[in-house]
């Protein structure tokens, strides 16, 4: 599935969907269900979101889903901020002002000095519940299924996936996808890079549909050699 956003409306709408899509299907020996991160930031319901996911998110199925939570840039962010390695304010800027709304930080004017965004960081470190806090630091930065590998971002053309730098899973865009293909012999499933509607190109599958603004939350459901797209807006 791809980035959330803080849309937590979408994301329950859409696990309904998969869940139907899954019924249809009880041969199904394996199910594995895996988030490409960005889970906060720019939409409404950050905390609402992480607190869908600290549990089963489909649950009832036999077999059940393995879940895999992989880490964003926006979660990394938010991580700097709270351990101090970093003063925040890009974070505050790109999204991290409605993670604080959702969490009940209250904003008095806009943080644009470390100064105020260190009492900000007082703030959410107070009001993130623990539960949510370890949901960030579990989160993984890749999984491998097959021949395909799940990352948030890409990858860094040339590089084995075990020595892929952190940096490039979770931030990398136009060197990974300039390169046909990244992985040889793989294909990278990814968000990060908001495309209008869901992109498979072959040797790498964009699933980010900018949903905290479109609308739009997409998920690649693979089954045998079939990739098939659902989003939230299919009619």
């Given amino acids: 599935m791809g980035d959330i956003h803080g849309r937590a409306d979408l994301l329950e709408v859409l696990l309904g969907r998969i869940a139907a899509e899954a019924a249809q299907h009880p041969e199904d020996t394996e199910r594995s269900l895996v988030f490409l991160g960005d889970y906060i930031d720019r939409g409404a319901s950050s905390r609402g979101v992480v607190e869908r996911l600290l549990s089963d998110p489909l649950p009832g199925f036999t077999p059940h889903f393995e879940t895999v939570r992989l880490l964003g840039n926006h979660e990394e962010a938010l991580l700097d901020f709270l351990d101090e390695r970093s003063d ?8 991290g002002l409605e993670t604080l709304l959702s969490y009940g930080v209250p904003l008095k004017g806009y943080p644009d000095t470390p100064q105020r965004a260190a009492e900000l960081r007082g703030a959410l470190s107070g009001a993130v519940p623990p539960a949510h806090l370890a949901f960030y ?4 930065l890749h999984h491998t299924l097959g021949d395909y590998v799940f990352v948030h971002a890409g ?3 040339g590089v084995s996936l075990e020595k892929q730098h952190p940096a490039d899973l979770l931030w990398i865009r136009d060197e990974f996808l300039r390169a046909r293909p990244a992985l040889p012999g793989r294909v990278v499933v990814h968000g990060h890079t908001i495309c209008d509607l869901p992109q498979d190109l072959g040797h790498r599958v964009n699933v980010d549909t900018g949903a905290f603004v479109s609308g739009r939350l997409t998920c690649l459901v693979l089954r045998g050699t079939r990739r098939q797209f659902m989003s939230t807006l299919d009619v």
């Fill in 155 to 157: 990858v860094r053309p």
């Fill in 137 to 140: 630091r579990a989160c993984t």
């Fill in 88 to 95: 925040g304010l890009d974070w505050l800027s790109y999204g």
